[in-house]
């Protein structure tokens, strides 16, 4: 019997070890689980004060971006309501800094206060430097301006940039930091994998749990991603408009030609919304011939910009397929009428240096007026309807054979309609051009510009461009600039008929429908 | 019967009257004929002209003939620019313009 109550004791020592065993690995399993899910929350608050700092970060962007795009629109169109967003960003910047530095302190990202200041502080130059916009000055020098204000907006961005990194290496980290937790405490394990049988139960859940928080966090880090690449798209894409109409704006620098002189000037409407699409542009060609383009956009705004970028580029690429200036109009016509674009008008040609040639073709447009030495200015001929709105634009190309030292001066509407009276303001405008002092104004469309606008303001904006052949500079040149002048004088039929074209004439077409 | 519908418009015409000219200018109901009545028209932008224009063409996809009444040189001058002579008959007696449609109509 006695051997009976020893065998009975035996189970029960080793019952009593394995239940203590069974205690030690439940209550270790259990506090591993409990390590690894104190881990698993602590990564999911990193990754929680991540998300907020970056939607912060983004805040501050979208912020910049609404200030910048505002002030643009309104620079760009003189609309007032374009700077509702930038108003509206004022006090949201700093409000986003302001939990962006409370969150990366408690990520404890070391480089990110300094990146938070910058980026604050540069958004705050750039608003001093833009205010005098929003207030309705016009800046005084538009390209300083602008240099200065790209210079701080790219030091804005870089700094945004580098505090994503920041972030984004704190993610990796803390996420790392789960992983060691996981493998320390599987190592653990490890070496008491005989005694893990019932542990391992609890442990299993524990880990399933932990499993499934960091399947849960990788989703929130995964959406997160798609969340920043989202904002950064849109962003792109908001800044594209921005930049492409601010680039519309930006006129690009006239050639220069050993024989050929151009000047040009833009001024846009005083008033608000009434600055419209209006452009020139200049461009060499083969052959010592230089394209000249003006061009209106009917309407004001962006619509009126976004038209103008679409015309101008559609000019510039036709120009580069057909020589003819009629073809380059018609084949821009298609195009436009393609797009349902707003409609243009604009006169397209091209000045030839070698035989002192103008060759253009009107679409509706008011008519280019040739200075000639010794004549008064006179307007050219026109036709052609305006761009964009009937398929046949009834397009014509015009020479006019001219002589050294003649200037070509294009115009947009604005120069003659200020007054609402057309016959008016060309009477004025023949008179301010016919004032110039040609051989000495070396800027000939500013010239005319004082002249027309002297002490008024304009309700419309005005464009002028002018492309003149120089007066010969070698003595054998000069005799030969002479002879042009003299041919021209023999070809020219009546010295009177040289403004005839400036005298209203109504043409009166019956034409039969049938 | 398809009658002649006679579109008068006055004064000076610009952007802030671009949806009268809109409205004025509709390609709607069965017309025989459209005589854009602009006699006291002294001015018009570059926004009524392609209102203009967009009827014109509407009209001509139609088969609607249409003229066009010019009163003051200055309007005569703008549609000069707008190369309308080329594809519109342009008129500046009213009796003329009436002829030619009412020819036109039959």
């Given at each position: 019997?006695?051997?009976?109550?020893?065998?009975?004791?035996?189970?029960?020592?080793?019952?009593?070890?394995?239940?203590?065993?069974?205690?030690?690995l439940?209550?270790?399993?259990?506090?591993?689980?409990?390590?690894?899910?104190?881990?698993?929350?602590?990564?999911?608050?990193?990754?929680?004060?991540?998300?907020?700092?970056?939607?912060?970060?983004?805040?501050?962007?979208?912020?910049?971006?609404?200030?910048?795009?505002?002030?643009?629109?309104?620079?760009?169109?003189?609309?007032?309501?374009?700077?509702?967003?930038?108003?509206?960003?004022?006090?949201?910047?700093?409000?986003?800094?302001?939990?962006?530095?409370?969150?990366?302190?408690?990520?404890?990202?070391?480089?990110?206060?300094?990146?938070?200041?910058?980026?604050?502080?540069?958004?705050?130059?750039?608003?001093?430097?833009?205010?005098?916009?929003?207030?309705?000055?016009?800046?005084?020098?538009?390209?300083?301006?602008?240099?200065?204000?790209?210079?701080?907006?790219?030091?804005?961005?870089?700094?945004?940039?580098?505090?994503?990194?920041?972030?984004?290496?704190?993610?990796?980290?803390?996420?790392?930091?789960?992983?060691?937790?996981?493998?320390?405490?599987?190592?653990?394990?490890?070496?008491l994998?005989?005694?893990?049988?019932?542990?391992?139960?609890?442990?299993?859940?524990?880990?399933?749990r932990?499993?499934?928080?960091?399947?849960?966090?990788?989703?929130?880090?995964?959406e997160?991603?798609?969340?920043?690449?989202?904002?950064?798209i849109?962003?792109?894409?908001?800044?594209?408009?921005?930049?492409?109409?601010?680039?519309?704006?930006?006129?690009?620098?006239?050639?220069?030609?050993?024989?050929l002189r151009?000047?040009?000037?833009?001024?846009?409407?005083?008033?608000?919304?009434?600055?419209?699409?209006?452009?020139?542009?200049?461009?060499?060609?083969?052959?010592?011939?230089?394209?000249?383009?003006?061009?209106?956009?009917?309407?004001?705004?962006?619509?009126?910009?976004?038209?103008?970028?679409?015309?101008?580029?559609?000019?510039?690429?036709?120009?580069?397929?057909?020589?003819?200036?009629?073809?380059?109009?018609?084949?821009?016509?298609?195009?436009?009428?393609?797009?349902?674009?707003?409609?243009?008008?604009?006169?397209?040609?091209y000045?030839?240096?070698?035989?002192?040639?103008?060759v253009?073709?009107?679409?509706?447009?008011?008519?280019?007026?040739?200075?000639?030495?010794?004549r008064?200015?006179?307007?050219?001929?026109?036709?052609?309807?305006?761009l964009?709105?009937?398929?046949?634009?009834?397009?014509?190309?015009?020479?006019?054979?001219?002589?050294?030292?003649?200037?070509?001066?294009l115009?947009?509407?604005?120069?003659?309609?200020?007054?609402?009276?057309?016959?008016?303001?060309?009477?004025?405008?023949?008179?301010?051009?016919?004032?110039?002092?040609?051989?000495?104004?070396?800027?000939?469309?500013?010239?005319?510009?004082?002249?027309?606008?002297?002490?008024?303001?304009?309700?419309?904006?005005?464009?002028?461009?002018?492309?003149?052949?120089?007066?010969?500079?070698?003595?054998?040149?000069?005799?030969?600039?002479?002879?042009?002048?003299?041919?021209?004088?023999?070809?020219?039929?009546?010295?009177?008929?040289?403004?005839?074209?400036?005298?209203?004439?109504?043409?009166?077409i019956?034409?039969?429908?049938? | 019967?398809?009658?002649?519908?006679?579109?008068?418009?006055?004064?000076?015409?610009?952007?802030a009257?671009?949806?009268?000219?809109?409205?004025?200018?509709?390609a709607?109901?069965?017309?025989?004929?459209?005589?854009?009545?602009?006699?006291?028209?002294?001015?018009?932008?570059?926004?009524?002209?392609?209102?203009?224009?967009?009827?014109?063409?509407?009209?001509?996809?139609?088969?609607v003939?249409?003229?066009?009444?010019?009163?003051?040189?200055?309007?005569?001058?703008?549609?000069?620019?707008?190369?309308?002579?080329?594809?519109?008959?342009?008129?500046?007696?009213?009796?003329?313009?009436?002829?030619?449609?009412?020819?036109?109509?039959?």
């Amino acid at each position: 019997m006695k051997v009976g109550s020893s065998a009975r004791d035996g189970p029960s020592g080793s019952l009593i070890v394995t239940a203590l065993t069974l205690v030690v690995l439940i209550a270790s399993a259990l506090s591993a689980g409990l390590y690894l899910r104190t881990r698993v929350v602590s990564l999911l608050h990193v990754s929680e004060t991540i998300r907020s700092a970056r939607s912060s970060a983004f805040g501050m962007l979208r912020g910049q971006l609404d200030e910048e795009t505002g002030i643009r629109g309104f620079v760009a169109s003189g609309n007032r309501e374009y700077l509702e967003p930038y108003y509206a960003a004022l006090p949201m910047v700093p409000a986003d800094a302001s939990n962006l530095r409370k969150r990366i302190a408690e990520l404890g990202i070391p480089e990110g206060p300094a990146l938070v200041d910058r980026a604050s502080a540069l958004n705050r130059a750039w608003l001093a430097l833009a205010a005098g916009t929003a207030e309705g000055k016009r800046p005084a020098d538009g390209g300083v301006l602008q240099a200065r204000a790209k210079t701080m907006v790219d030091g804005f961005r870089a700094a945004m940039a580098n505090l994503d990194t920041a972030l984004d290496r704190r993610y990796v980290a803390a996420d790392a930091d789960l992983y060691a937790a996981i493998e320390r405490t599987g190592l653990l394990f490890g070496g008491l994998i005989l005694l893990v049988a019932a542990g391992t139960i609890l442990f299993g859940t524990s880990q399933n749990r932990a499993a499934r928080a960091l399947e849960a966090s990788r989703a929130l880090s995964e959406e997160q991603r798609r969340e920043a690449m989202r904002l950064r798209i849109a962003y792109e894409t908001e800044k594209h408009i921005a930049d492409t109409l601010q680039d519309g704006f930006a006129q690009r620098p006239l050639p220069t030609h050993p024989s050929l002189r151009f000047s040009a000037m833009y001024v846009p409407a005083e008033e608000e919304n009434k600055v419209g699409g209006d452009w020139y542009d200049a461009l060499e060609l083969p052959g010592d011939r230089v394209l000249f383009v003006i061009g209106d956009v009917a309407g004001h705004g962006i619509e009126a910009a976004v038209g103008m970028n679409r015309a101008r580029q559609a000019l510039m690429s036709s120009a580069l397929v057909d020589t003819d200036p009629a073809d380059i109009l018609t084949r821009v016509n298609a195009e436009l009428l393609r797009n349902s674009a707003p409609m243009v008008t604009g006169v397209v040609g091209y000045a030839d240096a070698q035989t002192y040639e103008f060759v253009y073709a009107s679409a509706g447009h008011p008519p280019p007026i040739l200075i000639e030495p010794g004549r008064a200015p006179r307007m050219l001929e026109i036709g052609g309807v305006p761009l964009g709105v009937v398929p046949s634009g009834a397009f014509r190309t015009r020479r006019v054979q001219s002589v050294p030292g003649a200037i070509l001066v294009l115009y947009t509407d604005g120069a003659v309609e200020h007054s609402r009276d057309v016959i008016e303001g060309e009477r004025t405008l023949l008179a301010a051009i016919g004032s110039i002092d040609t051989d000495r104004a070396t800027e000939p469309a500013a010239a005319i510009h004082r002249a027309v606008f002297a002490g008024r303001t304009a309700g419309d904006d005005v464009a002028i461009l002018t492309v003149g052949f120089s007066v010969a500079p070698s003595t054998g040149m000069r005799v030969s600039a002479d002879r042009a002048n003299a041919e021209f004088a023999a070809r020219s039929a009546s010295p009177q008929g040289a403004i005839e074209s400036a005298q209203p004439s109504l043409r009166i077409i019956r034409r039969k429908a049938s | 019967m398809s009658d002649l519908r006679v579109i008068a418009l006055h004064g000076e015409l610009d952007i802030a009257r671009r949806d009268e000219a809109r409205f004025a200018l509709r390609a709607d109901g069965d017309v025989g004929a459209v005589l854009l009545d602009f006699a006291d028209v002294t001015y018009a932008d570059s926004t009524i002209l392609s209102t203009l224009l967009v009827f014109t063409r509407e009209m001509g996809i139609r088969g609607v003939p249409v003229a066009i009444l010019v009163g003051t040189p200055q309007l005569a001058r703008i549609v000069q620019y707008a190369g309308l002579s080329d594809i519109l008959p342009v008129f500046n007696e009213r009796s003329d313009a009436l002829t030619h449609l009412s020819e036109g109509r039959r």
